[in-house]
């Protein structure tokens, strides 16, 4: 079995965090696309590689454009390009990642007031300086 590589990982860890931001199941996105779940799942995990074709039909059914699973990618050794904060965009992805982390996200975004999401970061921040 090969190793995933990093991209590879990068682009699935994007599919499925917006397939849980959309509270889709491996089972309705696998048959949206027309593949097994068990395939989506090696997608999602890296170890199979995305075809650009297949890419497509995945954006397309998570409402999505089709660079979104590039975003945050750092440019590929020797390549030109900006530099991205690579222990950042590690951070996102793991909060994503995490089983709570897109339902956090999508219930933050729910709520229409700037001033009760500062008010909620600032607990979160307040809570997170006692705990460590």
């Avoid at 170890?47 to 890419?55: C, F, G, T, Y």
């Avoid at 339902?103 to 921040?125: D, E």
């Amino acid at each position: 079995m090969k190793k995933a590589n990093s991209t590879d990982k990068h682009v699935g860890n994007h599919i499925r965090t917006r397939r849980l931001m959309l509270n889709m199941s491996q089972a309705t996105l696998a048959s949206t696309i027309g593949v097994a779940f068990q395939q989506l799942q090696k997608y999602e995990k890296g170890s199979n590689r995305v075809a650009a074709s297949r890419l497509l039909q995945i954006a397309c059914a998570l409402q999505v454009p089709i660079d979104f699973s590039f975003q945050g990618l750092p440019p590929p050794d020797g390549a030109s390009g900006r530099q991205n904060d690579e222990s950042y965009d590690a951070y996102v992805s793991d909060f994503f990642a995490s089983s709570d982390g897109p339902s956090l996200a999508t219930a933050f975004m729910q709520i229409m007031s700037p001033k009760l999401r500062r008010c909620i970061v600032g607990l979160i921040q307040e809570i997170a300086a006692e705990a460590t």
